[in-house]
């Protein structure tokens, strides 16, 4: 054996290299094919599976509809409701969030998102129609809409400068993904 500066260079013949345990290599000349082939496919599935933002009419996950700019009227909201939030959490009236980043609801969208919401439905519409298929039942009526922003529970601050609209409000406690974004839902206008 001779040592150079950053590993230890081991000359021995391919007989006696099959005798010593490997316990750190993921992949050892011994270990089956199969096996190994195995450990890939799962993995692609886990990654392909596990992440939600694969989904939806816009690849941000099953809720998110349009991503807005955010009003600065919804910033202020939304931070009031963080701050009650994170208020509360102090004081252990409410559980602390499971990860980094929370979602909550703040103000609906004004007119210039919804007509954003509007020319995607209409884009949505155009592409249903060219492949035959009706409009899918995310595409509600304006009306309905609802806007929601992550917040990062170190710094009390929003992640991005993104309104995320919504149809249908999550579930308090549900984590869903915005802009690969994981966030667990905190808060909706009836708290």
């Not at 006696?16 to 089956?32: A, D, G, K």
């Not at 963080?82 to 004081?91: E, L, S």
């Not at 409009?135 to 529970?153: A, K, N, R, T, Y």
Request: hydrophobic share 35%; charged share 20%.
């Amino acid at each position: 054996m001779r040592w150079t500066p950053t590993f230890a260079m081991i000359s021995l013949r391919s007989e006696e290299f099959e005798r010593i345990p490997n316990c750190c290599s993921t992949f050892h000349p011994s270990m089956n094919l199969r096996h190994f082939l195995f450990v890939c496919f799962a993995g692609l599935l886990l990654l392909t599976g596990g992440c939600s933002s694969f989904y939806g009419p816009h690849g941000f996950g099953q809720l998110v509809l349009v991503v807005c700019k955010v009003a600065p009227v919804q910033t202020a909201d939304a931070q009031q409701r963080a701050n009650r939030y994170f208020t509360k959490v102090a004081h252990h009236q409410k559980p602390r969030p499971r990860g980094r980043y929370v979602a909550l609801q703040t103000l609906d969208p004004i007119p210039k998102q919804k007509e954003k919401y509007l020319k995607d439905q209409a884009t949505a519409q155009e592409k249903a129609a060219s492949e035959g298929n009706p409009l899918g039942s995310e595409w509600v009526d304006p009306s309905q809409l609802h806007c929601i922003m992550v917040f990062d529970v170190v710094t009390q601050e929003p992640v991005g400068p993104s309104c995320y609209v919504v149809a249908t409000l999550p579930k308090i406690g549900d984590v869903n993904t915005y802009e690969s974004v994981p966030a667990e839902f905190i808060a909706s206008s009836a708290e």
